[in-house]
């Protein structure tokens, strides 16, 4: 039963500490997704990677964010320092893109990672 | 004001009802159009996918689409305790470096009582 996996499930951490939340694809996809989700805001869009490389982060704060893919199996979200706005679940999907443009068809979700800054 | 406006609710209804849960977006670029069920503390998942305006049935799910209007809908029809998730519309349209990026509403909550 193929699905994406994210560690921690949950974390809680001061501020100005570096939080870093990890994502495993399905294996074989080639687009992976960061979202945050909030109460006010709903699911935004942080990143979005399509065969390892960035296509966009215009969503995420660049000052204080990450997001990286070491290798297929891996992608990673950083926060240094973190901040109590920060506080929000983080979801990350992976999905297969068709071509080398357009959307995906279907993006598999995560359990999340329920982040709290103090 | 957001590109996508989805009423959070919360929505309740009887078991047995037709429940219709709506988005209206601004932005003219949106081409593809889905439908994601949330359980609490879960992931998003795909419940319809839609292109073109017009209706696409899928068992007791019916989406529609109206590009003219820019509006949304999904249909439940018979709806039934389990049904009862936060609902979010996504859009999908080009960004830059000819992507394309989804963008999706905040969700409604939806309740089926027995």
């Known amino acids: 039963d193929a699905r994406v996996t994210q560690t921690p499930r949950d974390k809680v951490t001061e501020m100005g500490q570096e939080v870093t939340m990890r994502c495993q694809p399905i294996?074989?996809?080639?687009?992976v997704f960061w979202y945050r989700q909030t109460m006010m805001q709903g699911l935004e869009l942080l990143a979005y990677?399509?065969?390892?490389?960035?296509?966009?982060d215009s969503g995420m704060p660049k000052d204080r964010f990450s997001a990286e893919m070491p290798d297929a199996t891996l992608a990673t979200l950083k926060i240094q320092p973190s901040e109590p706005r920060d506080s929000a679940v983080y979801f990350c999907?992976?999905?297969?893109?068709?071509?080398?443009?357009?959307?995906?068809?279907?993006?598999?979700f995560g359990p999340g990672t329920r982040l709290t800054v103090l | 004001q957001k590109e996508v406006e989805q009423d959070p609710g919360p929505l309740s209804v009887p078991e047995g009802a037709i429940v219709s849960l709506n988005c209206t977006y601004s932005?003219?670029?949106?081409?593809?159009f889905m439908w994601y069920r949330q359980y609490s503390r879960k992931g998003p998942e795909l419940l319809m996918y839609?292109?073109?305006?017009g209706n696409k049935e899928d068992g007791r799910f019916t989406a529609q689409v109206d590009k003219s209007s820019k509006y949304i809908s999904l249909f439940i029809r018979d709806s039934q305790p389990s049904d009862s998730a936060t609902y979010l519309c996504?859009?999908?349209?080009?960004?830059?470096?000819?992507?394309?990026?989804?963008?999706f509403g905040r969700g409604t909550s939806l309740i089926v009582h027995p």
């Open positions: 294996l074989g996809h080639n687009t």
């Open positions: 996504a859009m999908w349209g080009p960004a830059s470096g000819g992507s394309y990026i989804p963008t």
């Open positions: 932005n003219s670029a949106f081409q593809y």
């Open positions: 999907a992976s999905g297969l893109a068709p071509g080398p443009s357009g959307p995906n068809n279907e993006q598999f």
């Open positions: 990677f399509r065969n390892r490389a960035p296509l966009d």
């Open positions: 839609t292109y073109s305006s």
